[in-house]
Nanobody
Framework: QVQLVESGGGLVQAGGSLKLSCAAS????????MGWFRQPPGKEREFVAS???????????YYADSLRDRFTISRDDAKNTVSLRMNSLKPEDTAVYYC?????????????????WGQGTQVTVSS
């Protein structure tokens, strides 16, 4: 059974930082896209960041344009994990954050391109 389990969410003041982690089990996602989405209250799920292996076997990171200066995605294939470092957090970053993995094709920024999802972790940023 494939599982993605997020951790690291919580309550933080504006300007603070959090690091989310996602541990995958049941299969390896080495070479496949792994990423993060979020769903703010009352809104649709939106793309945050993703990593995908490039031609030289390194991983390239993709970000939502509005988040690339504050968020950093990283992964460790040996541990089957992906992380998201979030700095300078703002109240509008409040959302449930989901880890996801894509084993097929489809646009990296589209939630429906991803096959596996975690249960989500709540991030709340107070003003």
């Amino acid at each position: 059974q494939v599982q993605l389990v997020e951790s690291g969410g919580g309550l933080v003041q504006a300007g603070g930082s959090l690091k989310l982690s996602c541990a995958a089990s049941g299969r390896t996602f080495s070479g496949y896209a792994m990423g993060w989405f979020r769903q703010p209250p009352g809104k649709e799920r939106e793309f945050v960041a993703s990593t995908l292996r490039s031609g030289d076997n390194s991983y390239y990171a993709y970000y939502a344009d509005s988040l690339r200066d504050r968020f950093t995605i990283s992964r460790d294939d040996a541990k089957n994990t992906v992380s998201l470092r979030m700095n300078s957090l703002k109240p509008e970053d409040t959302a449930v954050y989901y880890c996801a993995a894509r084993t097929g094709g489809g646009a990296l920024r589209r939630p429906d391109s991803y096959d596996y999802w975690g249960q989500g972790t709540q991030v709340t940023v107070s003003s």
